[in-house]
């Protein structure tokens, strides 16, 4: 069963412009993490937050954490064509010990 | 070279065939996985196994078997294998920290099945 639900599934925008992806989820969570896959490879790891952090940064990615709504959100500023890819989010339950659970992916298009 | 390396490809094989997709890594971790990613349908959990001697399924194992021969490999078979079993695969691998660590993931095999 999904643990994380990505919104919205497709997202096409024109490069320079921002990217905003969201992902909610059921159960509490240790943390939760955004993966990147481009068409062909295995899945990047983009970043983590943990259950107690609300906010996490690294490059153009900004990534917010709401426990309280139980969704976070993946923010990528400026974005290039070389963004184009899938991008997943993915949740580590508690009691999960290091267990991941995949959503089922936004694509995202970035239009030169 | 690719820190996590799956072996084959690439693979086409009929209904009732036996397959075994190799896995290794060269990042020292622990713990491994083999997930299935179905279009729409995100990745599943097949196995992991945390070290040598500690073998655990997950969601949909199955039809699936796994190997942990050593540390650095870990290798996924399909005893008999059926066209809905058609996917790419994954192995990922992650460290010890509890709970709070990335993984990180080989390119994939494609398996399809006739």
């Known amino acids: 069963s999904q643990q994380g639900e990505e919104d919205p599934q497709a997202l096409s925008i024109q490069e320079g412009e921002n990217a905003t992806m969201n992902c909610s989820y059921k159960?509490?969570?240790?943390?939760l993490q955004w993966y990147r896959q481009n068409s062909g490879r295995g899945l990047v790891h983009l970043i983590l937050?943990?259950?107690?952090?609300r906010e996490k940064h690294s490059g153009r990615l900004r990534v917010t954490l709401d426990t309280s709504k139980k969704s976070s959100s993946l923010l990528i500023t400026a974005s290039r064509a070389a963004d184009t890819a899938s991008y997943f989010c993915?949740?580590?339950?508690?009691?999960?010990?290091?267990?991941?659970?995949f959503g089922k992916g936004i694509t995202l298009s970035v239009r030169p | 070279d690719a820190d996590v390396t799956q072996t084959p490809r690439n693979r086409i094989t009929k209904t009732g065939k036996r397959i075994m997709l190799e896995c290794s890594q060269t990042?020292?971790?622990?713990?491994m996985y083999w997930y299935r990613q179905d279009p729409g349908l995100g990745l599943r959990l097949i196995y992991y196994?945390?070290?040598?001697?500690?073998?655990n399924k997950g969601e949909i194992s199955d039809g699936y078997s796994v190997s942990r021969q050593a540390q650095a490999k870990f290798s996924l078979s399909l005893e008999s294998a059926i066209p809905n079993q058609t996917a790419l695969y994954f192995c990922?691998?992650?460290?010890?920290?509890?709970?709070?660590?990335?993984?990180?993931f080989g390119d994939g095999t494609r398996l399809s099945i006739l």
């Open positions: 993915a949740t580590s339950t508690v009691g999960a010990n290091s267990k991941l659970t």
């Open positions: 159960t509490s969570i240790n943390n």
């Open positions: 937050i943990r259950s107690n952090e």
């Open positions: 990042k020292g971790h622990d713990r």
């Open positions: 196994s945390f070290d040598v001697k500690d073998i």
């Open positions: 990922a691998t992650s460290g010890t920290v509890k709970g709070n660590q990335p993984q990180h």
